[in-house]
């Protein structure tokens, strides 16, 4: 099978099926509204990919139990909050081809049943009994919260520099890509030199995930992406694509990227120049040698690890990162 | 000092100073923004009911270490951080006489401070190396999201029953001073007898201390109270004096008072009329008699306990939950 993306699917088939009968068992909420806007991000064709490092992460690390498909979900759970969050801030309409909860059910829910998610994400976490993933959880949502500010509070600013932009993304993606391998490991009780190597795969795996999001944001088909490209670039979002090209962009081109920033309206001619200048100007290139690089000291984490069936895919994953379309 | 507020303020002096101290130490943001929002919500004047629960019943049960202050600061940041969350899903424009955060620095920034501090609350949380607290902390924000959509679904809702209040205002309000007093208590190594009667005292404390509020939507001086009186009306909040006065009007007063739920203007003339109506079907009394045997339960709760200054300040509280006029 040369399709990365069919190689992995076909390896955690039933991995997958498992953590989907638990992300519908574990939501336990009392009110039905609770569950609907809780199911509208959760069920709506999400890749799986926390939740699945996190048991692929504590079957590399020999664990025999049968808590990692349920301690899995906080993962996904955590990340359907933000999203829930994240969508409201950046009063996006549109998540997968769907409209967003806050736009179906308004925004006092979409933020009350992010809290919800959150909060069930720790009482799974609680019944490992397990101190250090505690530990990671709440470490995790710190992050998290200040990353997407940090973003926030950035949008639109040309002077963000390619440092500030890597620390965005490690905390707004990459510490909960991280926690999810960091807690499948610990689920196994890893030594501090495993988990410290699923820290670093997690980390790199993140930071290639979202620059290769922020890629897909110029080049991806809208229709595989499930919203309108050049959304960050209509909401000032500065990513690296961008940060780099107007970093090495002579003046009339850098003219041409800054007036398009933070634009509502950009029709497809303009959206299609401005590609072309980036691409031009070496961002499109730059980005995706900088995540291939991250892929490959994703990779070399796994190095401390024999050989498994799980190591392979964790490896297979890496690559994904950045072949996928969407 | 017969004044019951002077005298638990003179008691607990000591305490209100370490605990203002801890809640500026471990905000911890990397962000000003985020110190910002946080601050000011944090810093206008609360009352540190819920800090000052956790620090006396530690004391009550002879704790003797050195984290009941950084710990109490938990419950306060949880605290803000919803009502962060509640004023946005309210749309509440002033908290405590002042612009509340989300109209200050927008919806987005609210939304995420407040996870932050949610996120705060469950790092400092997490250093106690205590699983039964993580548990606490964990189910408290569970339940408290669910309590505030229920109240949210319900909004308006002239059918809305006493016991449905009950539910509503036991998540949202009373299982966080609840858990602030069990959590004071654990630090200390509480037995099970006593971390139950911790529990009942927190629980009816919390009771008390909403129905007061609910009481005092309607009875209290504006500028004391910080915001308008009669938010509750307006939002449609069906709170138990509304809801006993619905169960007890004749024809003529029910649809009095149903036209008013939900009205965005109401001017002082009919808001006057609405609560003599409440006053005359028995509704404000009602309420202040179910909160005084609320009131009474906590009080009883606590005689399993010997004696002691912070016993003594601890039953204070619980008379001035009522007694209080902000």
Redesign the interface.
């Known amino acids: 099978m040369s399709d990365p993306k069919a190689k992995i699917l076909s390896a955690v088939k039933s991995d997958l099926a498992e953590i989907e009968i638990e992300l519908k068992r574990n939501l336990g909420?009392?009110?039905e509204?609770?569950n609907d806007t809780a199911s509208h991000i959760l069920f709506a064709g999400g890749k799986r990919l926390r939740p699945l490092l996190t048991v692929l992460c504590a079957r590399m690390c020999g664990y025999r139990g049968d808590y990692d498909y349920t301690l899995s979900t906080v993962f996904e759970y955590l990340h359907a909050a933000t999203l829930l969050?994240d969508d409201?801030?950046d009063g996006a309409p549109l998540r997968r081809n769907r409209p967003a909860a806050h736009a179906v059910w308004g925004?006092?829910?979409a933020?009350?049943?992010?809290?919800?998610l959150?909060?069930?994400a720790?009482?799974i976490?609680?019944k490992t009994?397990n101190?250090k993933i505690?530990?990671i959880?709440?470490?995790i949502?710190?992050e998290?919260?200040?990353g997407?500010?940090?973003q926030?509070?950035r949008k639109g600013d040309r002077d963000l520099c390619e440092v500030e932009y890597l620390e965005v993304i490690r905390r707004k993606t990459a510490v909960l890509i991280q926690g999810a391998c960091r807690v499948g490991g610990l689920l196994a009780r890893t030594t501090a030199a495993q988990d410290e190597a699923l820290g670093r795969y997690g980390h790199h795996l993140g930071v290639a995930f979202q620059m290769a999001d922020d890629l897909l944001d110029y080049t991806a088909d809208a229709d595989l992406l499930g919203k309108a490209v050049g959304a960050d670039l209509k909401e000032g979002k500065m990513t690296l694509p961008l940060i780099h090209a107007l970093q090495k962009a002579g003046p009339s081109d850098r003219e041409g990227i800054e007036e398009m920033i933070g634009q509502s309206e950009i029709c497809a001619e303009d959206f299609r120049s401005l590609t072309c200048i980036l691409k031009d100007c070496g961002g499109l290139e730059y980005t995706r040698n900088r995540a291939e690089c991250h892929v490959q000291k994703a990779k070399n984490a796994l190095d401390i690890f024999p050989s498994s069936p799980a190591k392979a895919t964790l490896e297979d994953i890496a690559d994904y990162a950045l072949s996928r379309k969407v």
Chains 1, 2 share one sequence.
Not at 111 to 116: E, M, S, Y
């Open positions: 909420a009392h009110l509204i609770v969050h409201l801030v925004n006092s829910i933020v009350l049943a992010g809290d919800f959150l909060a069930r720790l009482s976490g609680v009994g101190l505690m530990e959880l709440a470490q949502t710190e998290m919260s200040q997407e500010i940090h926030l509070i």
